[in-house]
């Protein structure tokens, strides 16, 4: 086995080789953090859930006036139609909670990618909003966060950085955003090549998280492609 796999290995073998007791506490109650915010679903009646899409809103379009949480006013930021909750229901809240967290702390790059900014877009774009639902639900399943603990290397690893930053996946979320236009760009996609583009993506961020000088999330190469 090379040395770059063996490499891979530590975090996992950290998690099942017995680590200390506080150690291991500190990481299930990490990943059980993170578990109890995936398992919640939209809640188009909540008001938390109803503020925290109005508050995207304001974050995406700042000074102009929403006219309802139903409304074709929607369909301007890439929701499906003009109810958005109808599109939480692959990612549920957090994935509302993500595009909120990219907009507050990233909002060059947030508006950015909105409106389309960069490179020679095509005809067919893809939907900005339903994308980050997607990209929500991409993750999930690419780190396994839905098992009782990490059960690939990636998982461990991106736990690992879990513990070193809560917002950990937040901040991936933006990054593999920022990655994915990136990769639409070079590939001269248009629609209906998005799952390709996502798989590219994952790809990709498979092999930046297992770099051996991944401390934390920050480190990641791609993170430098992110603009406050």
């Known amino acids: 086995m090379c040395a770059n796999a063996l490499r891979a290995l530590y975090p996992i073998l950290n998690w099942l080789c017995s680590p200390p007791k506080a150690s291991f506490k500190r990481k299930e109650e990490c990943l ?4 109890n915010r995936i398992e919640v679903p ?3 009646q909540n008001r938390e859930h109803q503020e925290a899409l109005k508050a995207l809103w304001h974050a995406s379009f700042p000074g102009t006036e929403l006219l309802g949480l139903v409304s074709d006013q929607w369909k301007e930021m890439g929701w499906q139609g003009k109810d958005p909750s109808t599109d939480f229901r692959g990612g549920g809240f957090i994935s509302l909670e993500n595009l909120l967290y990219f907009a507050k702390n990233y909002p060059k790059s947030f508006e ?5 900014q960069n490179g020679d877009r095509a005809l067919w774009e893809y939907p900005f909003a339903v994308a980050g639902v997607n990209i929500t639900f991409m993750l999930i399943q690419m780190l396994d966060l839905q098992a009782a603990k990490p059960r690939s290397l990636i998982g461990a690893v991106f736990l690992n950085l879990l513990i070193e930053n809560d917002r950990a996946f937040d901040i991936l979320y933006c990054i593999t955003f920022k990655l994915m236009d990136r ?4 590939m001269h996609a248009t629609y209906m090549d998005f799952n390709t583009v996502i798989k590219s993506t994952r790809r990709q961020l498979e092999r930046e998280l297992l770099l051996e000088d991944i401390q934390q ?3 990641m190469p791609s993170y430098n492609f992110l603009a406050r």
């Open 32 to 35: 059980q953090r993170l578990q």
């Open 42 to 44: 939209y809640d188009s």
């Open 112 to 116: 950015e990618l909105l409106c389309k």
């Open 183 to 186: 990769k639409w760009l070079e």
């Open 217 to 219: 999330i920050e480190d």
